[in-house]
């Protein structure tokens, strides 16, 4: 059962939740592709065994590199939780060490959304949400963020 679920309150109702954009991968998949071109030149025939071997071992460190950013990004995308119900809207993130952060929807003064261009042809970006006092932490690489602001600020 995941965080929101255990923590709603009788009555509360889940509006709409939100995702990590695929665009956290990044990283893996440039390693991933550079570690196999490393690797295709490694197996060119007139490289000097010195060379490939190199070549390979380079290959080799940037593929176990891209592995380990892809489990980071995976395990990222799973410890974080943004959902937006009636009441309030939610933001949990960790697994054993967990940081939370709630706001209810009457303390919201504004929501702001930033994108890049990449964001905007993606549809991913930054929510912002401000409130009396403090607002919640930054939402970075939000997937579809216009629509998770559309549901925080419809009332």
Known sequence: MSYVQKILQPGEHL?????L??????DAVIALVLSLVLL????VPTLGSGTASMTRLGGLTLATAA???????????????IAVTDRRVIYKRGFIKRFTAEMNMDKIE????????LGRLLD?????????GDGLEHLHRIRSPIALRNCIIAR
């Open 40 to 43: 295709w030149i490694a197996a």
């Open 15 to 19: 509006a709409a939740v939100g995702r």
């Open 21 to 26: 954009h695929w665009i956290i991968y990044k």
């Open 67 to 81: 592995a380990w950013l892809g489990i980071k990004a995976w395990f990222d995308q799973w410890i974080t939780e």
């Open 124 to 132: 991913y970006g930054t929510i912002h949400v401000r409130g009396t």
């Open 110 to 117: 504004s929501v702001a959304v930033t994108q890049s261009i």
